[in-house]
């Protein structure tokens, strides 16, 4: 792993970050791309962003885009109820048990304020049952609006293990960013896209947003880069997971098969490469939204332990953690599939030929024999 990569995961993730508040992640993606002058980033009116990467002519618009967002489920500030009483609103998939009495804390005038839930409203969202808001109590007065989060430590590395406030999606978004890295110095033609889209959380809203103003073209084929939790089949350590689906969506098959084409040329040649395919239905994610809005896509996932920050064994909040080789493997398999040909738009290249070649033989034997 470069230390450049580490770094920017490390900062990236030190950073606070909830839906519609993803304010300082983006601003440090906008220092990381202005030193990085090839590199040109826009945003559209919602406030997702687009960093395109354009070496050698392809015509003026990437049409192939890696996605990750910039948010994590988390709070917002509302108002001070009194000194030391806050309400806030919280946005994400986290079961209401795992709320009480817990831990939390607000960046405020740009200081983390500690605090405490002291109760909590939960609403029925689409037939989950979900907080809506909190009262919490907190040591000196918070800023309306400011973020809040989980209050856990700041990102640790243990063996392989990172573990953070929240790696889903602020390690994807770091493994998008470390592959534009890599691209950007390989000095080869490239021309791929990066979109950071807000507020996934709460169902997809940056990135349905970025399908309607056309920040994510038309076109485009889009491979959503995540942190999902780890099910029964899938390894923690064993790879980073293309993903054939998830809990609302079956995937684009040609996307999937060049995935798993490309995973395994790496595999062959590359030391240490290993990768996993699966149906991820325990959550859904932004490919859903990609797929439903006209673009061919797939999911290519980190395994990711206690996702949303729920210990179910000890029934309480704890850091997210991912496979630090798990996020190399990751980096590689994007510049690969960044720079692999790619002969057809549609299916998968090498099954088609295959297919092809076998008619060519088994053909001929259907028409001669007897029927
Ligand atoms: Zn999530």
Redo the contacts with the bound molecule.
Sequence with gaps: MRESHRRLLLDLLSLPTSPFHEHAVIACIRGWAAGRPGIKLTADRYGNLRLDLRRGGRGPTPDFFLSA?LD??GFAAVRMLDDHRLEARWH??VQPDFFREARVRFHSNRRWVRGRIDSYEVTDVMGRQRVSTAVVSVSRPVAVEAVGMWDLPNPTIRGSRLFARGC??IAGVAGALAALDVLHDLGKPVHMGVLLTRA??VGFAGAIAACRSGLLPKKARVLSV??SPVQPGVQMGGGPVVRVGDRMSVFDNGMIAWCHQVGEALARTTPDFAFQRKLLDG?SCESTAYLEYGRPTTGLSLPLGN??NMDHRAGRIAPEYIDLKDFDRLVCWLVALATAEIRSKRGSPTLRQRFDREHRIWGPMLKQSSW
């Design positions: 967002h994590h489920p994400g998939g889903d999606d996934e959380e995540e942190c959550g996702y949303h």
